[in-house]
Every structure is written in structure tokens, then in C-alpha cells.
């Protein structure tokens, strides 16, 4: 099945555009539920997640439900034509149930019980927490399966955390005995038993690492990583039951996050094992626009990664569940979005596969930690204000939008990311403690595409490689015999591989190859990396690479060549002189070793002469400067162009063939100025 065909097609033929809608903080004011519907026409707004942390408004004592208020909510949206993303309420639960199940409390590292208050920090084994929660869901679907308006289920709140209670610790210990087949010789070994003591002799001794940096047994804490995304996975499965019992038609998703003060991908959950469980990714996106610390091109090509990251877990458009309008409450400093920021941001989301644009959240709360963050209703209650009158803009952009709606993007070039292979890697002691940077390193690899607009695709192990004719595989730590021997029939089909440093080390239980190198990967690339060298921030090296200089930190890996031919040098140290990057012919394909961590020109420059060989074509013609980013989407008929200023300058773009303005219908052909931050949304037919 080819790429396209397999692309998600929402039930909705129209971009998706509201958010959160918390009406259960405004129960007693019927005026501003009233307004409410009101502003949401205004605002060009149509779909709304319901219930995120009504439980208590729902069932507000054990057995006690309220639902009327939600059936009023319901038809509200729906006199609209509006849709509701209903949640399930597990986010957050009422204060009976911690007070009656204190089971359903979380247990922290330190084996402390936490009290109730917050959110998103229940037990995901409680026997009790899977049943109330069942029981909740089956009643929402039993009274909202069938009703109209109904689009979609939210389950939960953006997952996440662990509990170490007793039940989960049992829990662990028959997931290691599933794991390891009931034999405690399988589990010690690939736990390195002997080491400082620590061989099991009964599953009972067992702990959860009380935090992944003290404990020293890494297959351990690489277990209990995985064990925490199962069970995540295992709890959502559990709310789910009902819904797919009572409404199998309705797509389930939930939202993702992104770890946001690099902005990398959520690091805590394995998502590529979660995605197959949903129906279609959603994601919230809270980007710092503005910060005093990089360029609004560097932000928005962090974004673009996760973006596309996300989209390819399923290879499918992805929704944008949660952003903001203006600013947020818990960055370090809380900017709004200058003008033209939202829409821009807005578009990008939608430019690399999102079906929708979804706020956190509709009306600002009264009280509360979210009263100051950003809303489509202000305090104010006005349509007027510039953040409102933002949204209105998107929305009515959106709404030119809609034959856009299902189309996918297809990518020559894949760049893998792993999960398992970053968690091993924070955890080894070695290398630089502070210098490692797996997702910040595989965002250098992909900014020279993203600048040249060569579309890739994010993805993760267990995807179809053969789909690429280019895969870049930065700083793959742990890798497994089975990926290895996937790699070696990509290159060996003809693919052509980029590997880097600190590549290929550990095996999947985080246990070293032993005898050097992976023979199959001395095979491809025609190298053995003998030494990792790790060196201090002031440490200088450099490299040469076809007839130039580029500057080195942080690693760099001492090559004995085997087959390989040398690409690159290293200038100074003892290794001076030696192979810094190196290229071999194996079989139909092509494998590079990059051996250190270069700085930008340098990426820029391998991958220009690649993405040269391999006549990897950007995606459109449209010409443009540095920090102007293009993407499209494409359905059979057209391509949907989006042309992106994310500098705070002026810049000319040169549409070399005749295009549409899908906003203001323009035929637009030759040099057209886009000023700052702004976006043009153009089709191109394909007949
Ligand atoms: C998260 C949550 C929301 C809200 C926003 C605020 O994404 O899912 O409920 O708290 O953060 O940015
Ligand atoms: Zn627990």
C-alpha cells in the first residue's frame, strides 16, 4: 500500500478548529454559556474536546451521575454544526475516590504515597482506577455514542508518569517474568547480574528503580522504561474497551506531548509502541515563539521534526490537539504570539500533516494555575481583542482549507528516531554526561532538509525502511541484531545509510558487543570505529572534507579502515590524519559513517552533495532565502504549497510556475514578497 492510500481520512471533510472547552467551570453562569455559542460562530470555530476533568462534575458522588449539563454542551455545539472530541475523565479524578481508594493514589520513586490533588498522577494498575474508569466511559458512550455531534474520543490527558506502588511493583515483576520467560538466569544476564552484587535469586527481590540516575543496573531501568509504556498502554487499552464496544466506529485518539524546553519529542513514553493502539496521532504543541535564545527559523524547525515525527508513527495526517493563541503560564516567560505569529504557526502545523488547528483553551478559567493562560475567550468576554480576532483569522483560513483535509506528504528521505536507544544512551555513564543530545543531534541531521525543503519522514525501527532512498541514522546507540541485519538488506537493496558516532554500541538489553563492532555493521560500512573520544567544550578539533574545514566538539571515533573509502580527516590530536568520514559501496547501496560531531556548514554540505547524488528533489519550486520554509501536502489533483516566513524580515519568493492563493483566490506567477512572519497557502493543480 502505497503512502497515500494509507493516509487518514477524518470523518470531518473540514479542518478541525476549537480546543478545550471546560463549560463545567461555568455551570452557574448560563449567560456565559450562552456567549459562549455566540463567540464560537464569531470565532469561525467547530470542534470542541468536552470533558477532560468534568469527573467530579460528572459523578460527583460514588454512583451520583450528572449528565444534563453535558446533553445541554451537546446540543449547544451541535445547533452550531459544530463536533465534540468527547474525553474520557481519567485525567483527573473526583476527591471521593482518592478518599474512599486511596489505592488510586500514585506512589512516587521514594515509595511516598501522593495525596490527592493535581492531575495526571493516578496509579495505571489500581484495580479500582481501571474499573471506575471503565465504568465512567461506558456511560458516556452508552448516552453520547449515537448523538450526532459526536466526532472523535479523547482518551485521558497526555499520559504520563509512573507509580511505584505495590500493585505495580508485582505487576513489573510478572511482566520481567513474562519477558524473560519465567527463567531468572535470562533476566540476569541481560542485567548483567554479577555486577556490584546485584544477581537475583527470586523474583520477589525485584524493585523499581526508585530513580533512573541511581540505580546502576541499566537493564533495569531500561526494563522498567519499557514496563511503564506497556503499562500506560495497558490502562488506555482498559478505557477503551467500552468505547469500541459501544461506538466502533468513532476514531479514537489521545494527546501526545512534546518535552518543551528544548522542544524534543516526548521523551517518557515509547510512542511509536503507543500509536499503534490509536486511531489518529494528536499532539500539543506549545513552542516558546520569541524566546531570547534562537531564531524563529530554528524554533520552527524543532517543530517541523516533531511534526514530523508524529505523522509518520502512522504515516497518516496527525492533529494538532492543543496549542495556544497567545502565550502559555508555565514557560520560564510567558510571551504572546506577535501579530501574524498564530496564523503562521497555525499553518505550519497544518502544512506538515495536521488536519486540524486546537486550542487549550476555549474560555480563560476564572481561578485556578490556568487563569492567565492563553484563551480564544479572554476575561473580557470580547471579540474584539487581537488574540480572538487571531483565531477568527485562522478559522477562516482553515475553512479554504478543507480539500486539503486526509492528504499525506510522501518523503525520500527517512531519519530514524528511537525511544529505547535514547533511554539507554542517558543512562550510560560515559561519553560527555551533558553533551549527548540524541534529539537535539537528530535535529541537526535534519535542518539542512527542512532548509532545502526535502520532506522526510521521522520515523522509527520497526517501519518499512525499503519505502527511502536516503536513511540517516544519527547516534543509534542500541541497536538489535534484528535492526542491524534490516539495515544491512536496505543498503544491500540499494538504500543509502548515514551513520554517526556513538552508533551501534549495545544490544537491546543495553549489554555491549562483544569483539568489536557488529560484524554486519563493519560489513556495510566497510569500517571499525575503534575509539570514542569524548572532548572537553574548549577542546578544539577539526575536520577536512572535500577541500574544506569544519570545525568538531564532542565526539569524535577513531576509524580503522577496512574497506571504506575516506571522505573526511581528522586535523589535529593523535588521530590527525585518520578517517573522520569514510563511504563504501555495499552491494546495490551506499553506507557513510560520520565519526564526530560537526558543526552545521558541515551537515549542509554532506547532505547538499546526496541529496545532489541521489536527485532528491525538493518538494516544490518555489525559490526563496534561508529561514522562508516550504512544505506541501498533495492529493491526485493538486499540491497544496505552503510558503512560510518565519523571518522577521521581508522576503522575496519566486513562484516559477502559475499557483492560487488558496486564501484570497490570487493567481500568483514570478517574484511575490512575503513580509514578515507571513504565510501563503497556494495550489498548484497536478493536470
Ligand atoms: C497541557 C494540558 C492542558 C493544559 C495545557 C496548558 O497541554 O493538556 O490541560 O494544562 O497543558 O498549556
Ligand atoms: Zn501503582
Redesign the pocket.
Known amino acids: 500500500m502505497s503512502k497515500q492510500e494509507k493516509s487518514y481520512t477524518s470523518e470531518a471533510k473540514f479542518m478541525l478548529h476549537g480546543g478545550?472547552y471546560n463549560p463545567d467551570q461555568w455551570l452557574d453562569r448560563p449567560d456565559i454559556l450562552a456567549d459562549d455559542v455566540k463567540l464560537m460562530q464569531l470565532a469561525h470555530t467547530n470542534t470542541f474536546s468536552v470533558g477532560?476533568?468534568a469527573w467530579s462534575t460528572l459523578e460527583p458522588e460514588e454512583g451520583v451521575y450528572q449528565f444534563e449539563w453535558l446533553d445541554e454542551i451537546f446540543s449547544n455545539i451541535h445547533s452550531i454544526g459544530g463536533k465534540v472530541i468527547l474525553a474520557t475523565p481519567s485525567?483527573a479524578r473526583p476527591a471521593w475516590m482518592s478518599q474512599t481508594y486511596p489505592e488510586v493514589l500514585r506512589v512516587d520513586g521514594s515509595r511516598v504515597k501522593q495525596l490527592h490533588g493535581g492531575?495526571?498522577n493516578h496509579c495505571f494498575t489500581s484495580k479500582v482506577y481501571r474499573e471506575k474508569t471503565q465504568q465512567i466511559n461506558r456511560l458516556l458512550a452508552e448516552r453520547y455514542g449515537d448523538h450526532p455531534a459526536l466526532l472523535m474520543w479523547h482518551i485521558s490527558?497526555?499520559y504520563g508518569g509512573e507509580c511505584h506502588c505495590n500493585q505495580c511493583q508485582d505487576t513489573f515483576r510478572n511482566w520481567l517474568m513474562n519477558k524473560y520467560n519465567g527463567e531468572l538466569k535470562a533476566l540476569n544476564d541481560a542485567w548483567w547480574g554479577p555486577f556490584w552484587s546485584h544477581t537475583i535469586t527470586d523474583w520477589s527481590q525485584i524493585e523499581s528503580p526508585s530513580s533512573i540516575g541511581e540505580s546502576m543496573v541499566h537493564g533495569l531501568n531500561l526494563d522498567w522504561r519499557r514496563f511503564i509504556t506497556d503499562q500506560t498502554i495497558s490502562f488506555y487499552k482498559n478505557e477503551i474497551i467500552p468505547l469500541r464496544e459501544l461506538t466502533p466506529t468513532v476514531p479514537i485518539t489521545t494527546?501526545f506531548?512534546a518535552d518543551t524546553n528544548d522542544l524534543i519529542p516526548f521523551q517518557a513514553l515509547d510512542y511509536s509502541k503507543f500509536a499503534k493502539h490509536l486511531d489518529v496521532i494528536s499532539w500539543?504543541a506549545?513552542p516558546a515563539w520569541h524566546n531570547d535564545w534562537e531564531s524563529t527559523g530554528d524554533l520552527a524547525m524543532k517543530v517541523a521534526f516533531i511534526d514530523d515525527l508524529y505523522r509518520s508513527l502512522k504515516q497518516q495526517p496527525f492533529l494538532l490537539?492543543?496549542s495556544?493563541p497567545s502565550g502559555?503560564?508555565?514557560h520560564q516567560v510567558n510571551k504572546t504570539k506577535r501579530p501574524g505569529m498564530h496564523l503562521l504557526s497555525a499553518m505550519q502545523m497544518v502544512a506538515h500533516g495536521s488536519d486540524s488547528i486546537l486550542y487549550?483553551?476555549w474560555r480563560k478559567s476564572r481561578g485556578s494555575?490556568?487563569k492567565f493562560?492563553?484563551a480564544v475567550v479572554d476575561h473580557d468576554n470580547s471579540a474584539e481583542n487581537r488574540v480572538f480576532k487571531d483565531v477568527a483569522e485562522v478559522g477562516q483560513t482553515l475553512e479554504k482549507l478543507s480539500n486539503i483535509v486526509g492528504t499525506n506528504r510522501p518523503a525520500d528521505v527517512g531519519l530514524l528516531y528511537d525511544w529505547e536507544s535514547n533511554w539507554a544512551l542517558n543512562d550510560a555513564q560515559g561519553f560527555g554526561l551533558e553533551t549527548k543530545r540524541y534529539p537535539q543531534t537528530l535535529q541537526d541531521h535534519y535542518r539542512t532538509f527542512w532548509e532545502k525543503d526535502i520532506p522526510v519522514d521521522v520515523i522509527t525501527k520497526e517501519q518499512d525502511f525499503s519505502a527511502y532512498k536516503l536513511l540517516v541514522v544519527p547516534m543509534l546507540y542500541l541497536v538489535s541484531e534484528e535492526t542491524i541485519s534490516r539495515l544491512k538488506t536496505f543498503v544491500s537493496n540499494g538504500g543509502t545509510l548515514v551513520m554517526t558516532y556513538i552508533s551501534g554500541l549495545v544490544n537491546e538489553h543495553d549489554l555491549a558487543y562483544l569483539g568489536g563492532w557488529h560484524k554486519d555493521l563493519q560489513e556495510i560500512f566497510g569500517i571499525k570505529p575503534v575509539e570514542t573520544d569524548t572532548l572537553y567544550p574548549r577542546d578544539q578539533n577539526t575536520i577536512t572534507y572535500h577541500n574544506k574545514t569544519y570545525s568538531l566538539k564532542d565526539y569524535a571515533t577513531v576509524i580503522e579502515l577496512t574497506n571504506a573509502n575516506i571522505e573526511g580527516l581528522y586535523v589535529e590530536d593523535f588521530y590527525a590524519n585518520s578517517p573522520a568520514i569514510t563511504s563504501h559501496q555495499y552491494q546495490s547501496g551506499k553506507a557513510y559513517y560520520i565519526g564526530g560531531r560537526l558543526e552545521d556548514a558541515f551537515q549542509k554540505d554532506f547532505y547538499e552533495t546526496l541529496i545532489e547524488e541521489l536527485n532528491l528533489a525538493p518538494i516544490s519550486n518555489v525559490k526563496h532565502e534561508k529561514g522562508v520554509s516550504v512544505q506541501v501536502r498533495s492529493s491526485a489533483e493538486s499540491d497544496y504549497i505552503f510558503v512560510m516566513n518565519f523571518t522577521e524580515q521581508n522576503q522575496p519568493v519566486l513562484f516559477e510556475s502559475l499557483v492560487t492563493d488558496m486564501v484570497t483566490g490570487e493567481e500568483l506567477v514570478g517574484e511575490v514578497v512575503l513580509r514578515k512572519y507571513e504565510v501563503r497557502i497556494v495550489e498548484k493543480s497536478n493536470s
Open positions: 478545550d477532560i476533568f485525567g492531575r495526571h490527558n497526555e494527546n506531548m500539543d506549545y490537539m492543543e495556544t502559555v503560564n508555565w487549550f483553551q494555575s490556568e493562560h492563553g
